[in-house]
């Protein structure tokens, strides 16, 4: 269900059977971090804009840069970012 021009994002699992709607934290993590244009309006497509925004709020393996940015395009504050709390 990973368009073709996408596979290249998923380097690390076998697409074999893989089903992105079954792992939305995972799909939608790896876009957000990795995706081009055309990958976001597939993500787009393929989930809620609120699915989206759980993952921009709770992904912690999102990089501060990333976390950063999607957060301002949707419009969440940086301290609802768990990519962006202080660590201890």
């Not at 596979?7 to 971090?33: A, Q, V």
């Not at 244009?37 to 699915?51: G, H, P, Q």
């Amino acid at each position: 269900m990973i368009p073709q021009k996408l596979r290249s994002l998923f380097w690390d699992i076998n697409l074999k059977g893989f089903d992105p709607t079954c792992f939305p934290e995972y799909t939608i993590g790896r876009i957000l971090e990795y995706g081009d244009k055309e990958a976001v309006t597939w993500l787009r497509e393929t989930f809620t804009e609120e699915a989206i925004k759980q993952v921009i709020s709770g992904e912690r393996r999102l990089s501060r840069r990333t976390a950063n940015f999607w957060a301002l395009a949707y419009g969440i504050p940086t301290h609802d970012v768990a990519a962006l709390k202080a660590t201890h």
